[in-house]
Nanobody, 113 residues
Framework: VQLVESGGGLVQPGGSLRLSCAAS????????LGWYRQVPGKQRDLVAV???????NYADSVKGRFTIARDNAKNTVELQMNSLRPEDTAVYYC????????WGQGTQVTVSS
């Protein structure tokens, strides 16, 4: 499974960004897609995930600000990030799990004035 991310960048506090990830390859119909993030020197943390049935799980720190959605027909997942804060700055990784686990290359999100 290959995961290709897009949509990172620099944004001012309070702004918005949308991350996208396209999965390709040997994809099982039952899977979980999502996003994790990592800052240097720290572990990779959950941001949000969504199952193929649409069940979602968000980190407490992003609830009410971020929204995850997926298109099962296209094997894509998006993360709409609103009201961004400097502490959201990190490398964001697309994640896929169907019993096998795969990661994207990561995309940098920087929130700064």
């Amino acid at each position: 499974v290959q995961l290709v991310e897009s949509g990172g960048g620099l944004v001012q506090p309070g702004g918005s960004l949308r991350l996208s990830c396209a999965a390709s390859g040997s994809i099982f119909s039952t899977n979980t897609l999502g996003w994790y993030r990592q800052v240097p020197g720290k572990q990779r943390d959950l941001v949000a995930v969504i199952t193929s049935r649409g069940y979602t799980n968000y980190a407490d720190s992003v609830k009410g600000r971020f929204t995850i959605a997926r298109d099962n027909a296209k094997n894509t997942v998006e993360l709409q990030m609103n009201s961004l804060r400097p502490e959201d700055t990190a490398v964001y990784y697309c994640y896929y799990n169907d019993g096998r686990e795969y990661w994207g290359q990561g995309t940098q999100v920087t929130v700064s004035s």
